[in-house]
């Protein structure tokens, strides 16, 4: 018995497999999604190549103080055992790094810009130092 190819109880054709990127190496650092090997940079819209890119790191961050929520909670219970001296708690700060840091790449005509969001001072400084390596593997 054969289905004419219109048929809805007929078998569905596959679907084509999207080809694979040519395999330039593995990855030796990756920057959110920014991924460089030895030969290419390969970013969502696209491979560039990594000899003679171009790369800029721009902080967009800002550290905001505020309560801590263990404070805040201490605070709350000690008002029934010593009144007004529990809110001095509230006075208790923590700095919270808020933001992004732009990491752009640029190579010949074509560039991308990846935002990275910020969730510790560290990630500023790990952020930098990836770029910095990144930077010394274009020049060679």
Known sequence: MTF???DPWSAPTPAPVPSAPAASGPV???IAEIEVTSTTVRTPVGDLPLAGSHWQVTDHWFPQRRT???AKILA???ICVTAGLSLLLLLVKESVPQGTVHVTVVSGPRQYVARIPIRHEGDVT???QQVNYVRSLAAL
């Open 4 to 6: 004419p190819p219109g």
């Open 68 to 70: 801590p929520l263990w």
């Open 76 to 78: 709350f219970l000690g």
């Open 28 to 30: 030796i650092v990756e």
């Open 126 to 128: 790990s952020i930098n």
